[in-house]
């Protein structure tokens, strides 16, 4: 299904030939312990349509109970196994690297400590008892010291590193923080190496969220909020890409999106899911396009606004596949500010 549209067509429903949904959490479901408005009630109805429904985070503070806890403090009807999350796509790769019973360093909280315990790995936060491997994900508790313990044993070539995730950012309470992406880039100016990521954007933990919950790419739909772990991950996947502009990537990053993170729908909120998707057009000379009452006019780079429109998000819709589907980069063009501010 094509997002982009140059003849009119008939609308369709983001959901349509859906049968899974699996949502990422921070900045989608949740900010910080705060539901995003909408969210929790859109995706209610979603289950109660029949459509299954899972939990995929790359954040790896909380075990997959806690988590479950939380989104069930909305009313939904959570249970642990009903979330996938990053140490637990992290624990599939540390299988294929480490023997049974090996001693790992792990750099995080409860969340990641949990799902290596429950792998039959044993635990350790020193370098001197001699790791197998390194382990990293993010918690509010992760310091220095931890940092320089997983450096120390990285600095051993036969040491495996694994990251949960390498987000750079992550929605809380408070705003914007740093997130995974910074302390394992601190760890890799260390040691000079990189690690085997487990979570978004790579596929093992859409691979495995796919097959907990019994569904086919095909047919399987992603609700994330940035577009370089959750729709390149998803696309990556096979998965239907749906973006939703409740959290991190907005319209600047939507407007200068590479190919690879493009998602497939735009959606202001997640009551859009169940609401009809203007189909995108463009002008006979291809100069002009339009979503809904919003129309955006490109003529060689320069990007301008020929209608807003009745809603914000069919403008960042026009404008997207304006630049989108010019093939020139972002940097190129002379795009008008009201499209991204």
Same mark, same amino acid.
């Given at each position: ?252 990053? $939507? ?17 859009? $899911? ?68």
């Amino acid at each position: 299904m094509s997002l982009f549209r140059s003849r009119r067509v008939e609308t369709v429903l983001p959901l349509d030939g859906i049968d899974t949904v699996l949502a990422d959490l921070d900045g989608v479901v949740y900010q910080g312990p705060a539901a995003i408005p909408f969210a929790a009630e859109s995706l209610a109805r979603a289950v109660a349509a029949g459509i299954r429904t899972g939990y995929v985070t790359n954040n790896a503070s909380r075990t997959d109970a806690q988590v479950a806890e939380h989104l069930s403090s909305f009313g939904l009807s959570v249970a642990a196994e009903d979330v996938v999350t990053s140490p637990q796509a992290a624990m599939r790769i540390l299988a294929t690297l480490v023997e049974p019973g090996a001693t790992v360093l792990v750099v995080g909280g409860e969340g990641l400590t949990s799902e290596v315990e429950k792998a039959g790995l044993v635990v350790t936060r020193a370098a001197a008892d001699g790791p197998a491997a390194v382990v990293q994900g993010f918690a509010p508790e992760v310091g220095w010291k931890q940092l320089a313990e997983a450096s120390f044993a990285l600095h051993d070539p036969a040491v495996h590193w694994v990251a949960t995730n390498t987000d750079w950012t992550i929605p809380v309470a408070g705003g914007i923080a740093p997130g995974n992406g910074t302390l394992v880039s601190a760890v890799h100016t260390a040691v000079g190496r990189l690690p085997v990521v487990a979570g978004k954007p790579e596929v093992a933990i859409f691979e495995e969220a796919v097959a907990r919950f019994g569904a086919t790419a095909s047919s399987a739909a992603f609700l994330g909020d940035r577009l370089d772990t959750d729709t390149k991950g998803a696309k990556r996947a096979g998965l239907r890409a749906i973006h939703v502009l409740t959290g991190i990537d907005r319209a600047k990053q $939507l407007l200068a999106a590479p190919v690879d993170c493009r998602p497939d729908f735009i959606l202001e909120d997640l009551r859009q $899911l169940f609401e009809e998707y203007p189909v995108t057009e463009t002008s006979k000379d291809g100069t002009e396009t339009s979503v809904g009452s919003a129309v955006v006019r490109m003529k060689g780079h320069v990007v301008r606004i020929v209608k807003p429109g009745d809603t914000p998000v069919d403008l960042v819709r026009a404008g997207s596949a304006a630049i989108w589907n010019s093939g020139l980069a972002i940097h190129a063009l002379d795009v008008e500010p009201a499209l991204y501010s």
